[in-house]
């Protein structure tokens, strides 16, 4: 089993809807990300968690909103879904300064 | 502002030629330097992780460097195979801000028969 998973791999959604995209890991670490990634513009960060009641915005985190509701998962939510955030999304982990985990992606469109 | 910058952007070489990427950065205060592989459709997965006094690092194939004093690292692959074609990028850790990441956009590799 992979140490980072997300669900769905694949969506495909309406403009308006909200959708919510699943992370969990079996790292045991503390920290959880998730990021967004864009042909040409490389990975952007969105929120970040360093503990199960810690929230934090990244970069671009407008439009997005993030619940860790235990220290093994992180979710991210899109309420009302644009075009825009048409992308490829992964979560990691991290265990303070020691390497990112990342998971297998989520490949989101929004039509 | 922190930043990462990769050259080239996109490189073809044929199977067996070697090859260096190169990542520049102005990154403060620096903790170390990651090299990640990653493949079409698949999340990044950590290749070498330089720190502050470490010159270079081998994984197999892959050879990292860095030099702190002109903030720049390169990623050497020797005798390329099919399955080197990917992305790679280079992230730097610093010893503050967010999530401490600060990630170049990638150099991406084709490997040709």
């Known amino acids: 089993d992979a140490d980072v998973t997300q669900t769905p791999r694949n969506r495909i959604t309406k403009t308006g809807k909200r959708i919510m995209l699943e992370c969990s890991q079996t790292?045991?670490?503390?920290?959880m990300y998730w990021y967004r990634q864009d042909p040409g513009l490389g990975l952007r960060l969105i929120y970040y968690?360093?503990?199960?009641?810690?929230?934090n915005k990244g970069e671009i985190s407008d439009g997005y909103s993030v619940s860790r509701q235990a220290q093994a998962k992180f979710s991210l939510s899109l309420e009302s879904a644009i075009p825009n955030q048409t992308a490829l999304y992964f979560c990691a982990t991290s265990g303070g300064n020691t390497e990112a985990f990342f998971g297998q992606g989520t490949r989101l469109t929004v039509v | 502002k922190n930043q990462v910058e990769q050259s080239p952007q996109s490189l073809i070489i044929l199977e067996g030629k070697n090859c260096t990427l190169q990542?520049?950065?102005?990154?403060?205060?620096?903790?170390?330097l990651r090299w990640y592989k990653q493949d079409t459709g698949r999340g990044p997965v950590s290749l070498t992780i330089m720190t502050f006094s470490e010159n270079t690092k081998s994984n197999g194939r892959y050879t990292a460097t860095l030099d702190a004093d002109t903030k720049q690292s390169s990623l050497h692959i020797t005798a390329s195979q099919l399955s080197d074609s990917a992305s790679y990028i280079c992230v730097v850790r610093s010893g503050g801000g967010a999530d401490g990441l600060t990630f170049g956009k990638g150099t991406h590799l084709i490997i040709q028969p």
């Open positions: 968690s360093f503990d199960v009641k810690d929230i």
């Open positions: 790292k045991g670490h503390d920290r």
């Open positions: 990542c520049n950065y102005t990154v403060s205060p620096f903790s170390n």
